[in-house]
Nanobody, 125 residues
Framework: QVQLVESGGGLVQAGGSLRLSCAPS????????DGWFRQAPGKEREFVAG????????YYADSVKGRFTISRDNAKNTVYLQMNSLKPEDTAVYYC??????????????????WGPGTQVTVSS
């Protein structure tokens, strides 16, 4: 199975920036996609951003458009989430997920088969 590990979380002041990284253990053969989700205490897991395996297509939740950028470096087998202009409401555990072709552009976490353990992002006011 594909395994993913997130890194880069931490505490940052509002307006600051943070870059999350996701390192899948193996490359996926065929069409696939990676997504970032987040879950705040007492809330359901929500879609943040997604990127196709080729990097050609990206998707963002309205709440992060213009502030977050998802990218990938397939040579390094790494997916990134650059988070700028962070707000306290961005505070959550952020998860990296991978899915097959069905998950490309999907915002439903149920469409993603593999998940990392998550990394905490806390934005102070």
């Amino acid at each position: 199975q594909v395994q993913l590990v997130e890194s880069g979380g931490g505490l940052v002041q509002a307006g600051g920036s943070l870059r999350l990284s996701c390192a899948p253990s193996v490359r996926t053969v065929g069409l696939y996609t990676d997504g970032w989700f987040r879950q705040a205490p007492g809330k359901e897991r929500e879609f943040v951003a997604g990127i196709s395996g080729s990097g050609a297509s990206t998707y963002y939740a309205d709440s992060v458009k213009g502030r977050f950028t998802i990218s990938r470096d397939n040579a390094k087998n790494t997916v990134y989430l650059q988070m700028n202009s962070l707000k306290p409401e961005d505070t959550a555990v952020y998860y990296c997920a991978r899915g097959g072709a069905r998950a490309i552009g999907a915002m439903d976490p149920r469409e993603y088969a593999y998940w990392g353990p998550g990394t905490q992002v806390t934005v102070s006011s």
